[in-house]
């Protein structure tokens, strides 16, 4: 016997997520989304796997560009992980939101983030209405700030404090 959907999304508000920002690819330019369905799978090779829905934008994206980068969201970013979330105009504007730097793999960074993984796709899973993506991760640094993180929980944007 299955659950309906309603309850389902009313007992995983309980569990509460960071959030990132996950950048990718758009030609010659960059999309964002903000993502809470992060986890990380495997130490060697180190390995992260993140979900994004079938029709989403940054789905399709992510199967061009077959790389990707995550930014970690401090407290201070709550503004900016709303954006992501809710704001298509945003989305498909990411450099115009916020303070940010390409790096040297060519993935879109945002400064203040609390950190970043660059990742390279490695799989694809079908996970019902969404595709679960494997990620390798070729890059990784934490920042010098000692900001709090964004957490989501209960259908709000909350800090540590």
Request: aromatic share 10%; charged share 25%; proline share 2%.
């Amino acid at each position: 016997m299955a659950i309906d959907a309603a309850l389902y999304k009313q007992v995983m508000r309980r569990y509460a997520t960071g959030v990132m920002v996950l950048t990718v690819r758009d030609g010659d330019d960059f999309h964002a989304v903000t993502v809470n369905s992060v986890t990380s799978v495997s130490l060697e090779p180190i390995l992260l796997l993140l979900c994004l829905e079938k029709n989403a934008r940054s789905h399709e994206l992510m199967q061009e560009a077959k790389t990707f980068a995550l930014n970690i969201m401090a407290d201070a970013q709550v503004e900016l992980g709303k954006k992501f979330a809710y704001d298509r105009a945003a989305r498909s504007a990411p450099r115009a939101q916020s303070a940010h730097f390409v790096s040297e793999r060519g993935e879109l960074l945002f400064e203040n983030a609390l950190g970043y993984f660059e990742c390279r796709v490695v799989g694809e899973y079908a996970g019902g209405d969404h595709t679960i993506f494997l990620g390798e991760v070729v890059n990784a640094a934490v920042s010098e700030t000692d900001a709090n993180p964004l957490i989501y929980y209960q259908s709000d944007w909350k800090g540590l404090r």
